[in-house]
């Protein structure tokens, strides 16, 4: 597979769905977007932003909920030559000032309901804006503002993409090490495109007949591949929500309810819809994480397996419990495929794969990428040992911006170092060993937190588990645990310590462990040990 040298993906997109203009290719909270609308709107923006004086090449903040218009301002940017920065939306007024200083954003676009956070980010100086869109505005718009479908209904469509070379910085997402400053990974044209074609099509077999619905939002690089590379490489319909997944917000997505409230924004179904087919109702592929899988099985109104539409369902940002992953196909009779990816990568480069699920392992590389497993001498360890893991493959981030320090340590030659630890059996299928600074030595060997974590998972009263080292009297490291138990659960700590050291070697139980109310996560749900680790210094 190549890609010739001039390519824009946006405009790549538009040519590939051209035919379907009537059919649905997102739904979110307010309505529908057909495909043609999808592009006129694009192009409107891409237009918009010429005339606001943004030139090729230049960063614009992307800091939207998810919903219509966040695909629109991706693409529209891409379309223009002008590369979307995407944030997170949860984050903090001084997250934002770093990020417009360190981006040198020319313009931003905007949810009305973040607004407010970002002009107290803006407030402080240090930025380059001089443009801003504001998508769904709850008040009067600052000084030199423009609504984002004012903006759009004046402009005439951009009549053609900017030429792009595929390997052209396409767009940022900022990676959220466990420690320091966002980085700002930088992605070709191209990356967007190699993910669809590597793993979008032949791993998930997505077809225009799917409805698809990730939980992970799509300033993520999961929730970007799941809501957008991939199902508009095949035509498909993607359910997008604005709210937090909740089970119950997730929920209500699966039996077909897309608005908030709990009010059908859908045709009855088998009502024929605008482009002449059954109106697509519920989805049929979920992409998750194991927090929320957990939450939601735990939870008392999860739906019936003939209430929902799923075929499969995706997971990464952690490992996932293989008991996690039995207990929702005995429930749903529908497989989660696991795997993992990263921001640097852009999307999943090991998963298991439909029909070849090895429950409590990540699957085997996806094809196209080759993986690599290597020990503290930076050779390559042999199967059953715990080493390095390291990629290769076409979809690799370009650089952190601006850190040629991280960006030499991580970008190593065409390898990329993920900081994640591994093994392999005999049978080529890896298995979750940890993040490099979450690994813990016991009496001189590695020991995996999440391997307790997910063996403790397996007592019934618990919910969810994290694991961290502690130095024990003797200043000697032992793994202390900390533990969620379900509503209207009980166990003690003897008989969790007993739990785990009856199924695991002995020396991998927990010396220690205390019992919270939650444990503190990332916005997709990745379980940040590190501030476990904090607060036991401070202990």
């Given at each position: 597979m190549t890609?010739?040298?001039?390519?824009?993906f946006a405009g790549h997109l538009f040519d590939l769905n051209r035919e379907r203009a009537a059919r649905p290719a997102y739904i979110d909270d307010r309505g529908t977007l057909s495909y043609g609308q999808l592009e006129d709107r694009s192009r409107r923006l891409a237009a918009a932003l010429q005339?606001?004086?943004?030139?090729?090449?230049?960063?614009?903040?992307?800091?939207?909920?998810?919903?219509?218009?966040?695909?629109?301002?991706?693409?529209?940017?891409?379309?223009?030559?002008v590369v979307p920065v995407a944030v997170n939306t949860l984050l903090t007024s001084d997250d934002y000032a770093y990020m417009l200083d360190h981006s040198r954003a020319q313009a931003a676009l905007v949810s009305g309901a973040l607004l407010p956070t970002l002009q107290e980010a803006m407030s402080r100086g240090g930025h380059e804006v001089r443009a801003l869109f504001v998508s769904q505005p709850t008040g009067?718009?600052?000084?030199?503002?423009?609504?984002?479908?004012?903006?759009?209904?004046?402009?005439?469509?951009?009549?053609?993409?900017?030429?792009?070379?595929?390997?052209?910085?396409?767009?940022?997402?900022?990676?959220?090490?466990?420690?320091?400053?966002?980085?700002?990974?930088?992605?070709?044209?191209a990356n967007l495109w190699w993910t669809a074609e590597l793993y979008g099509k032949p791993v998930?077999?997505?077809?225009?007949?799917?409805?698809?619905?990730?939980?992970?939002?799509?300033?993520?690089a999961y929730g970007l591949g799941n809501a957008l590379t991939f199902p508009l490489s095949v035509g498909a319909t993607v359910v997008l929500m604005a709210e937090r997944p909740t089970p119950d917000a997730t929920f209500r997505r699966w039996v077909g309810d897309t608005g908030p409230q709990g009010a059908s924004r859908l045709p009855p179904e088998g009502a024929a819809s605008a482009w002449g087919g059954p109106a697509p109702m519920r989805?049929?592929?979920?992409?998750?994480?194991?927090?929320?899988?957990?939450?939601?099985?735990?939870?008392?109104?999860?739906?019936?397996?003939?209430?929902?539409?799923?075929?499969?369902?995706?997971?990464?940002?952690?490992?996932?419990?293989?008991?996690?992953?039995?207990?929702?196909?005995?429930?749903?009779?529908?497989?989660?495929?696991?795997?993992i990816g990263s921001t640097e990568m852009l999307h999943i480069f090991i998963s298991n794969r439909p029909g070849d699920v090895r429950y409590g392992t990540t699957g085997r590389p996806v094809e196209g990428y080759e993986v690599e497993l290597r020990g503290e001498d930076g050779r390559p360890v042999p199967d059953g040992e715990v080493g390095d893991l390291y990629i290769r493959g076409p979809s690799s981030a370009l650089m952190y911006?601006?850190?040629?320090?991280?960006?030499?340590?991580?970008?190593?030659?065409?390898?990329?170092?993920?900081?994640?630890?591994?093994?392999?059996?005999?049978?080529?299928?890896?298995?979750?060993?940890?993040?490099?600074?979450?690994?813990?030595?016991?009496?001189?060997?590695?020991v995996s937190p999440f391997e307790v974590e997910a063996t403790l998972m397996q007592h019934p009263a618990v919910l969810e588990a994290?694991?961290?080292?502690?130095?024990?009297?003797?200043?000697l490291t032992k793994t202390k645990a900390f533990v969620v138990l379900k509503d209207g659960s009980a166990a003690t700590e003897e008989e969790l310590k007993a739990f785990v050291k009856e199924r695991l070697a002995p020396y991998k139980y927990p010396r220690f462990l205390e019992f919270v109310g939650e444990l503190p996560k990332t916005a997709t749900g990745k379980i940040q040990r590190f501030r476990l680790r904090e607060k036991e210094k401070q202990a």
């Open positions: 890609l010739p040298p001039r390519f824009n005339a606001a004086g943004i030139r090729r090449e230049e960063r614009v903040l992307l800091l939207m909920l998810d919903g219509n218009d966040w695909p629109v301002s991706f693409l529209g940017c891409l379309y223009a030559g009067a718009l600052p000084e030199g503002a423009q609504e984002f479908d004012a903006a759009l209904a004046a402009a005439e469509p951009l009549a053609a993409p900017v030429t792009t070379a595929s390997d052209d910085p396409g767009f940022w997402l900022y990676s959220s090490g466990s420690t320091g400053k966002p980085k700002g990974t930088v992605h070709t044209h998930l077999a997505l077809t225009e007949d799917d409805v698809c619905f990730s939980a992970a939002k799509m300033y993520f989805p049929t592929v979920f992409f998750g994480a194991p927090t929320g899988f957990a939450g939601m099985l735990a939870s008392p109104k999860l739906p019936a397996r003939e209430a929902v539409a799923l075929r499969m369902c995706s997971s990464a940002g952690e490992a996932l419990p293989g008991e996690i992953a039995q207990r929702f196909k005995q429930h749903f009779g529908c497989e989660i495929i696991d795997g911006w601006s850190n040629r320090e991280k960006s030499r340590e991580t970008f190593q030659g065409g390898w990329t170092k993920s900081g994640d630890k591994y093994t392999r059996d005999a049978d080529g299928y890896y298995t979750y060993a940890g993040r490099s600074d979450d690994m813990l030595k016991v009496s001189g060997i590695y994290a694991v961290i080292g502690k130095e024990d009297a003797d200043g």
